[in-house]
């Protein structure tokens, strides 16, 4: 099997690079920086510092996605098996998740989830904004 390949196909330059020229180091990792609010003077002009978006000019869909429900019951669920208090009227549960998702229901979880936009800016919805589809 090893003859299928052919040993001579193979080029080699016996050159090794164990060395790197010193002008090619890196010696500064690359920085970040962030500038404060305070600092906007200095900023370009027309440079705008991302933040909150006002309620009316929310851009993102007012639906629950899937993906923070389940980041919301897992969340609510960690907070009530450490001893959160619960929201809603307990008929014999005990599992936490169980409970989590009868506070969904009920629109009684206090969380508001951020949405992050590629600009840099972020919604804030608070649970009882959005729809519930499931």
């Keep these: 099997m090893a003859d299928d390949y052919g040993g001579e196909d193979f ?34 002009p027309g440079t705008t510092i991302p933040g909150p978006v006002e309620k009316s000019k929310r851009v993102t869909t007012p639906y629950l996605t899937k993906y923070e429900r389940a ?12 001893s959160a208090p619960v929201m809603v009227e307990l008929d014999g549960e005990r599992d936490p998740l169980r409970i989590a998702e009868k506070e969904l229901r009920a629109n009684k979880i206090p969380i508001i989830i ?7 800016s972020f919604e804030d919805w608070s649970l009882d904004e959005l729809i519930l589809t499931e």
């Design 11 to 44: 080029e080699s330059d016996d050159e090794v690079l164990d060395e790197v020229p010193e002008e090619d180091l890196d010696t500064k990792p690359d920085t970040v920086t962030y500038v404060s609010a305070d600092d906007a003077s200095r900023l370009p």
């Design 71 to 82: 980041r919301v019951l897992g969340a609510r669920a960690l907070q009530l098996s450490m």
């Design 114 to 120: 951020r949405r992050y936009l590629p600009d840099g």
